[in-house]
């Protein structure tokens, strides 16, 4: 590759790349020094050889008719100074985090395929897109290893528009074949299954290997409805506001009914609650609220749902075959369309907490090995990871579900709205554009690699381009993630078996 | 006090009734004055042409150490080589040292030469202290930087310039003291055998008129009434002088530039001093410093040897200096010592 600029100055962790003249350097882009290092540009700026004062002048010449000027050499005097970080250190074959500065005044070249040999595709390798230096793509596919990185949480923090959805369609659509993990993906918006338009149901292997759950199922999903009978009291942490004494009573009537608890609830006269130690307006007041929100009401004593949700008969059974399909590693989509936030979100924490109480029996029976690692995604992370979401099952998986192979894939557009100790656990980001300062902020602070200088870099990313900063990485992978529309119709173009 | 220096200013300006003729204070049997005219003007255009290589030259020299028996200086010696806009080679410049050894009547110098584009090996130099006058261990390093100077120039005509070219010295094309008429001469007789067009462009002019104005600043008053965008006037004289080659004018560069300067035409050469002036006022576009040919910029800056620089010489070299020479050095430099506190 050709020279296109030369380091003249810096430290360690700010390297000064001269562009050479008539050459284009990009924010993002990645330089090759020497063959064995590679510097990622974060900044650029303009640089001259002339005073400010100079320079004043002879625009002020330009500007103001001063005709017949010239500048002697201008290629020489003004030219454009890339500011750089040593990105990765190619030794062996394997690349190592630098250690040592370049030789000053060492040539920079662009990067090419060949400087990527020694990325290989790990075991349970999910690819995630391609090299991308600057806005050009290079033909070197990305891979972290998929079981590792799934447990271990995944955080795709963005603004509107920079193509999470479609990082989100990549990602399913390449897990659909992969027996390592099962998925449980909610889904607010109804875009992964593809009702309407391509999706995972496109893919090859989709009849065996996703289902599709909706309120409104299309030929070959499941109905949605839930059975109140499978509602503990816990699940409606989070969901509810409760006060201890209405939290209390929960516990009491399923201490007693077991799974009938809901009924009795709202069957129970006062006498009876007064018996089992509470109070009339407790059980009033908590009725209103598990009314409003699970439709539930109680007619001359019985007990019925009026509600697209939520049934009081049949379908006892749907919860745990998708918890089953799961430890499958089958991919489980949830259309949560059509339901208000708090169904949405008791829904999605009923089938988790499931999910994620059976693996911590696993890994207590020492059962754990032979299963899928589960992966949940959930949009809009901060309604259940937020500070102000309280503790529920989602919280507890992205502090300690990585110990019982269960991870989260969080999708959000307000990452400073979630804890930074949560950030900090998920240790595998695919960081999109995003114009806001303070959320890139948030992202930079709890990335593996050093990513301090990035935030230019992460808001001039556009649609589709990605850093991938992850432990399962050496460094901070810029990628351009494939259009999910393309790789439905390269496989049905050439019908090739994909990754 | 602002407002009297102002008053002050306004008693010193005023344009004379007659501006007088270019006078030759010294040496004024070799000059033979030609009065101020307006027909001594002469318009030209700037050209773009890069069918000529221009090729600028510059010498920097700075000391390093001095003591009342000797000195060390650094000479820089540097050129340029120009096709229109586009420098067409790019040369590192001539580096050596210089050290100055101070007899009872005469001055040794030896260049030390460190990096050079032509081939120069240790030389040894004897100055007659009559030519240095006072404070001469600094002008032996001005002196034998000028006749490297003469020699890059030489070095420049054989090895990188063609009939036709254009060879730009920074100053006059005189010689002022004794050895340098050797060097000079050797270079003018290699412009004449491959008919390169020599010219000396002076940054400064201390001539003046018989009214006892400046010269510069004359010519350029009565230039500034004329309709010409670039002019040069010629003749200022007819020179005789035989340490003096050039054929004096004053030129004006750029139709905006603040300064018009003395340029001399190498009288042993026959030259189209339109197309000459034309070549350079090409150069002469840049806006840093309108006006001046922008390879004697370059040429300038790149030959420089500046106190920064030799300040760092002179503490790398303290280091591992004898002492009987610190204790010579210490004979000098009280005030230097003084000047930096």
């Known amino acids: 590759m050709t020279v296109i600029g030369q380091i003249i100055g810096g430290e360690y962790g700010e390297l000064y790349v001269r562009q050479k003249a008539r050459k284009t350097i990009e924010i993002g882009e990645l330089l090759s020094v020497g063959g064995d290092v590679i510097l990622q540009v974060h900044d650029l700026g303009y640089d001259s050889l002339m005073e400010d004062d100079d320079l004043a002048r002879i625009s002020g010449m330009q500007l103001e008719g001063y005709d017949d000027t010239a500048i002697m050499e201008e290629e020489i005097r003004n030219y454009i100074c890339a500011r750089a970080k040593l990105l990765v250190h190619v030794k062996d074959g394997t690349a190592k985090i630098p250690k040592k500065l370049p030789p000053f005044f060492d040539q920079v070249r662009r990067v090419s395929e060949e400087n990527f040999e020694f990325l290989d595709e790990p075991e349970n390798g999910l690819y995630l897109g391609k090299i991308r230096s600057g806005s050009r793509v290079l033909d070197v596919p990305v891979y972290i290893d998929g079981k590792k990185a799934l447990s271990h949480h995944i955080l795709i923090p963005a603004t509107t528009g920079r193509g999470k959805s479609n990082l989100v369609k990549v990602m399913l659509w390449n897990l659909i074949p992969k027996d390592y993990c099962g998925m449980l993906i909610i889904d607010p918006h109804d875009e992964y299954y593809g009702r309407n338009e391509l999706g995972a149901k496109d893919h090859p292997e989709a009849p065996n290997k996703v289902e599709y759950y909706s309120p409104n199922p299309p030929p070959g999903g499941y109905s949605l409805k839930v059975n109140t009978n499978l509602l503990r009291p816990w699940d409606l942490r989070g969901i509810i506001d409760l006060t201890s004494a209405q939290t209390d009573a929960m516990y009491v009537y399923y201490g007693i009914y077991g799974e009938e608890w809901l009924g009795s609830i709202m069957v129970s006269d006062p006498e009876e609650a007064k018996i089992h130690g509470v109070q009339e307006s407790t059980l009033d007041v908590l009725r209103r609220k598990l009314s409003l929100a699970i439709d539930i009401n109680e007619v001359n004593g019985r007990v019925y749902c009026d509600s697209t949700i939520f049934t009081t008969e049949g379908n006892e059974n749907m919860m745990n075959q998708i918890v089953e399909s799961i430890e499958e590693g089958k991919k489980v989509i949830l259309d949560t369309s059509s339901m208000p936030q708090d169904k949405e979100l008791l829904i999605a924490g009923m089938i988790t907490s499931r999910v994620f109480n059976r693996y911590k029996h696993y890994k207590e029976k020492g059962e754990l090995d032979g299963k899928p690692t589960v992966s949940v995604v959930i949009e809009e992370a901060p309604r259940v990871l937020g500070e102000r979401a309280g503790r529920n099952v989602f919280h507890t998986i992205a502090r300690e579900g990585r110990k019982f192979r269960v991870g989260l894939i969080a999708i959000t557009q307000l990452s400073s709205m979630i804890p930074r100790e949560l950030l900090a656990n998920m240790n595998t980001k695919i960081i999109l554009g995003n114009e806001m300062r303070s959320e890139r902020e948030a992202i930079i602070g709890s990335v593996a690699q050093d990513l301090s200088k990035d935030s230019k870099n992460i808001a001039s990313l556009d649609k589709g381009e990605a850093i991938v900063s992850s432990i399962f990485t050496k460094f901070a992978v810029p990628i351009k993630i494939d259009l999910f529309d393309d790789i439905v119709e390269r496989k049905e173009r050439k019908n090739l078996k994909f990754f | ?341």
């Open chain 2, 1 to 341: 006090m602002i407002q009297e220096l102002w008053r002050i200013l306004n008693e010193m300006g005023g344009v004379p009734d007659d501006w007088g003729d270019p006078h030759f204070q010294h040496h004024q049997g070799y000059y033979e004055s030609v009065p101020l005219s307006t027909d001594n003007f002469t318009p030209f255009s700037s050209t773009g042409e890069e069918d000529k290589v221009v090729c600028c030259v510059d010498g920097g020299n700075n000391c390093i150490y001095r003591s009342p028996i000797d000195s060390l200086h650094l000479i820089r010696i540097y050129f340029n080589l120009f096709k229109g806009r586009t420098r067409s080679k790019n040369v590192k410049p001539l580096n050596a040292f210089l050290t100055v050894k101070q007899g009872y009547e005469s001055i040794e110098c030896r260049i030390r030469p460190i990096e050079s584009y032509m081939p120069i090996s240790e030389t040894e130099f004897i100055l007659n202290k009559e030519d240095l006058g006072d404070g001469n261990g600094e002008n032996a390093g001005r002196i034998i930087r000028t006749y490297l100077e003469w020699d890059t120039m030489s070095h420049v005509v054989e090895k990188h310039l063609d009939e036709g070219d254009i060879l730009v010295k920074d100053g006059v094309l005189q010689t002022s003291v004794e050895g340098e008429k050797e060097h000079s001469d050797r270079l003018y007789g290699l412009v004449e055998k491959h008919n390169i067009n020599l010219v000396g462009v002076a940054k400064s002019c201390s001539l003046k008129t018989t009214m006892g104005h400046p010269l510069i600043s004359a010519v350029r008053f009565i230039g500034d009434g004329l309709e010409e965008d670039l002019w040069y006037y010629h003749p200022l004289a007819i020179n005789k002088n035989p340490d003096h080659k050039g054929d004096m004018a004053i030129v004006k560069y750029h139709p905006r530039s603040e300064y018009v300067f003395r340029t001399e035409f190498y009288e042993g050469v026959d030259m189209d001093k339109k197309e000459v002036l034309g070549h350079l006022a090409n150069q002469a576009k840049d806006p840093l410093f309108l006006g001046y040919p922008y390879g004697l910029v370059d040429a300038d800056m790149k030959a420089r040897v500046t106190d920064e620089e030799t300040r760092h010489l002179r503490r790398a070299g303290t280091d591992r200096m004898r002492k009987e020479v610190s204790y010579r050095i210490k004979a000098l430099d009280a005030h230097d010592r003084l000047s930096n506190l």
